[in-house]
């Protein structure tokens, strides 16, 4: 139990063009789901706490308007690279704490924007 | 603020000995202390976690980690590596009564050859 599917695993896109990746709780609500950033060969840096139906938390440094996160049900949150540039290359990775100390991370998302 | 340390960017074991991964951490209060394991382009996945009791944890694939709270430590330990035991090794810390975020180690990369 306590699943994480999170899609697309890989994309590529286009400089400029929008990317949207899903994270979603298959057996279990989330009404809190993290996203994280990881850089080749680095940690995990967290970059927002979507919340179940009010606005996500960001990090210091993160941009909100650059990476818009949506969180409006207990199963599926979303993060969208708006605006995409080569920087904002990366690997993402969501995950939700459903037993309250067993968290639980999606397979994460290989983004190359070209 | 809390922060965890993982001074071994790699570890190298041959396989059939026993491994150590180094963790130390540091926050206010008592810790909540995990273990994670990346393989490459994947998420993460759990391997132990300590929350109370035992200092001794036992966790997936014949891992334990022990809590020494006079050290600040949580290291990783294995009787008998195996090859398949070679990936990205995360530790990571949230402090009790202060919120649900996780801040993670920088990873420890442990290679177990024959």
């Known amino acids: 139990g306590a699943v994480v599917s999170q899609h697309p695993s890989r994309v590529i896109c286009k400089s400029g063009t929008s990317v949207k990746i899903e994270c979603r709780s298959l057996d279990f609500q989330a009404t809190t789901m993290f996203w994280y950033r990881q850089f080749p060969k680095q940690s995990l840096m967290l970059m927002a706490t979507s919340n179940e139906g009010s606005k996500a938390t960001y990090e210091q440094g993160v941009e909100k308007d650059k990476f818009l996160i949506n969180h409006a049900s207990l199963t599926l949150s979303t993060l969208t690279v708006t605006s995409a540039h080569p920087e904002d290359s990366s690997f993402y990775i969501c995950s939700a704490d459903p037993l309250a100390h067993g968290y639980t991370f999606g397979s994460g998302t290989r983004l190359t924007v070209v | 603020a809390q922060s965890v340390a993982q001074p071994e960017d790699q570890v190298n074991v041959a396989e059939g000995n026993p491994l150590t991964v180094k963790c130390t951490y540091s926050v206010s209060g008592n810790p909540y202390l995990f273990w994670y394991v990346q393989y490459p382009n994947r998420g993460l996945q759990f391997l132990l976690k300590y929350i109370t009791g035992d200092n001794l944890v036992k966790g997936s694939y014949g891992f334990e980690a022990e809590f020494n709270k006079s050290q600040t430590s949580f290291h990783l330990k294995k009787p008998s590596a195996l090859v398949s035991d070679s990936a990205l090794y995360f530790c990571?810390?949230?402090?009790?009564?202060?919120?649900?975020?996780?801040?993670f180690g920088t990873g420890t990369q442990l290679k177990v050859e024959l």
């Open positions: 990571a810390v949230r402090p009790t009564g202060g919120g649900n975020k996780l801040t």
